[in-house]
């Protein structure tokens, strides 16, 4: 937590118990956010386990493996870009409640596929209820949140995906032990997509117990509505203030899409723009989708590759948690340039044992330690950055436009990986390079333009654009 929280009524559990103030409603949106962040993992990793099983059984040759992996990024850009404006017209609950039934309906569908094209369209599906939960899951989390929690409470929408990550990837090889090959490709890939429903009806039933984003509810012109939250939140005072601020703000916006492309709001936007392009870029979905595919490229067999993938979504989910112990006290700036930097090194290091012909524990630990470096910073910061810097009427809009944005550079990693791994003139040692050096641009950037948003409120993060 931040020590200098003397602009806020609202610093600690226990100041809040101290109001009329209650841990409840905020204890609801974080249950939330974990299920969403969840979901979005579940369905991040679940074709890092079956790809194989679905090339085998489909007769996919590398382009269309690549699709596969890539399918439900593709549902995940346009989930993302109307789940803006759906939010921004709606609410943000309300979008919620379709992503979990999209992920439901996407997670029955892609058990029980006859054709490759009717697996694609599943796939497709579930990406746009991806794709609408990574917009809409920060931005109500950053709504909700008072100011000094923000950054933690942002955090566990990744704790979530990480969470996901780490639990499909060990589902994956718990049912993959099940049978023989022959039965993982006919059989066993579809449990692994087909268990995706259990969480999507979980995440279904806590939505009907939390409430609406109370800055959404005031500049839709609610505010009777969106006091008792901020009141049940952190107490009458807090509500007044996050009511002026909101106000203070919203009575001078347009509350156009277009206003993001006004001069004083370039520089947000092109931060929104390319931390997630680097995000994506530095290919952490290259390995999350494919790391049993690149273990078995570097020698390992296939038993040992599942449970080497199972350790890069344990060692996600840890570092996950030195982000949400760190990004209030330490800052985001601060993380994000020592989590770029280790990233580089760690990625080429990789690049260097593949040219090398280097395999087993030391491929393994470079890859261990390049995702621990992002899982800490570059995961789950550029969501948070994101969900502080945008006014709160073009909010959900900004979202769509950064994930829209995410996904479209997520698509490309995904989409490319395998031909580029499998590519004799390529290969692994050079894909690795690459992203190496989108890594190292990454950390420039952040160097040259991310400011520092710690300890502020939204309102006085949007006014700092306006000088």
């Known amino acids: 937590m931040s020590a200098n ?12 118990s101290q109001t009329t103030g209650s841990m409840k409603p905020l204890l609801l949106v974080a249950v939330v956010a974990i299920f969403g962040g969840f979901l ?5 990793a679940v074709i890092n386990g079956a790809n194989q099983y679905l090339k085998a059984h489909f007769r996919l040759d590398a382009m269309q493996e690549g699709l596969a992996g890539a399918s439900a990024i593709l549902g995940c850009i346009p989930g993302a870009m109307f789940a803006g404006f759906l939010s921004d017209r709606f609410g943000r609950r309300k979008v919620l409640f379709l992503c979990a039934i999209l992920y439901a309906v996407s997670g029955l569908l892609s058990a029980v596929p006859r054709t490759f094209t009717e697996f694609l369209l599943a796939r497709f599906i579930s990406g746009l209820g991806i794709g609408a939960s990574s917009m809409i899951c ?3 989390i950053a709504e ?5 929690w923000r950054g933690r409470l942002g955090s566990l929408f990744q704790l979530g ?7 499909t990837l060990f589902i994956n090889a718990r049912i993959q032990g099940l049978g023989n090959e022959s039965w993982n490709t006919s059989t066993g890939w579809r449990w692994m997509l087909g268990a995706e429903v259990v969480p999507a009806l979980l995440l279904l039933g806590l939505l009907f117990f939390v409430k609406e984003s109370p800055r959404w509810l005031i500049q839709a012109g609610r505010e009777s509505l969106a006091r008792p939250i901020l009141e049940a939140i952190g107490g009458r005072a807090h509500a007044d203030e996050e009511i002026a601020a909101v106000r203070s703000v919203v009575e001078k916006e347009e509350g156009g899409f277009f206003e993001l492309f006004h001069a004083r709001f370039r520089r947000p936007l092109i931060i929104a723009v390319l931390l997630m392009a680097f995000s994506q870029f530095s290919g952490i979905n290259a390995i999350m989708y ?3 595919k690149i273990f078995t490229t570097a020698g390992v067999g296939i038993a040992d590759s599942f449970t080497a993938s199972t350790i890069i979504g344990l060692v996600n989910l840890v570092f996950t948690f030195v982000a949400i112990a760190l990004v209030d006290k330490a800052g985001r700036r601060p993380l994000l340039l020592f989590g770029l930097v280790i990233q580089v090194l760690a990625l080429g290091a990789v690049g260097f044992m593949f040219n090398s012909g280097v395999q087993g524990a030391g491929l393994l630990v470079a890859i261990v330690v390049f995702i621990g470096a992002f899982a800490m910073a570059l995961g789950p910061i550029p969501w948070i950055l994101c969900s502080e810097i945008f006014p709160t009427r073009v909010r959900g809009r900004a979202m769509s436009l950064a994930t829209f944005v995410i996904w479209t550079s997520c698509y490309i990693v995904a989409q490319t990986f395998p031909m580029l791994n499998d590519s004799p003139k390529i ?14 641009l990454g950390l420039l950037f952040v160097i040259g333009m991310v400011p520092e948003t710690k300890g502020r409120s939204l309102e006085e993060i949007e006014k700092s654009w306006q000088g």
């Open 138 to 140: 920060p931005v109500y």
């Open 290 to 292: 494919y790391s049993t």
């Open 144 to 148: 909700m949140a008072p100011k000094a």
């Open 5 to 16: 929280t003397s602009s806020t009524s609202i610093t600690s559990p226990a100041s809040l």
């Open 161 to 167: 995906i990480v969470s996901g990550i780490f639990l």
């Open 40 to 44: 979005f993992g579940y369905d991040t």
């Open 427 to 440: 290969g692994p040692a050079v894909t690795f390079w690459v992203y190496a050096g989108c890594s190292l």
